[in-house]
C-alpha cells in the first residue's frame, strides 16, 4: 500500500502529575488510542490505523470474491496519493 497521510488530534488527560495523552484520527472514526506520552499515543494510533485499514481492504476483497458487480457496474481499483 502507498503512503497516505492522516490527521491526529491529541488531547492531554489526567492530572498535571501524570497527564496521559489520547490521540484520535481525525479522517477514520474509531481509530483512538492511549499513551503515556504523546508520541507513544501517535505510535499506537498509528497501529490501531493500520490494523483498521488491513481489516476494511480485507472486507473489501472478500465482498468482491462473493458480490460479483450487478448487470451494467463494474469495479476498479485506483491508487490515490494522499
Do not use: Y
Request: proline content about 5%.
Amino acid at each position: 500500500m502507498g503512503k497516505m497521510r492522516f490527521t491526529i488530534r491529541l488531547t492531554k488527560n489526567g492530572p498535571e502529575d501524570a497527564w496521559a495523552f489520547t490521540a484520535q484520527c481525525v479522517e477514520i472514526p474509531g481509530a483512538i488510542s492511549e499513551g503515556n506520552t504523546e508520541d507513544e499515543a501517535v505510535h499506537n494510533v498509528v497501529a490501531a490505523l493500520h490494523d483498521i485499514l488491513d481489516l476494511r481492504r480485507k472486507e473489501a476483497e472478500a465482498e468482491v470474491r462473493t458480490a460479483p458487480p450487478q448487470q451494467g457496474s463494474s469495479l476498479r481499483t485506483v491508487v490515490v496519493d494522499a
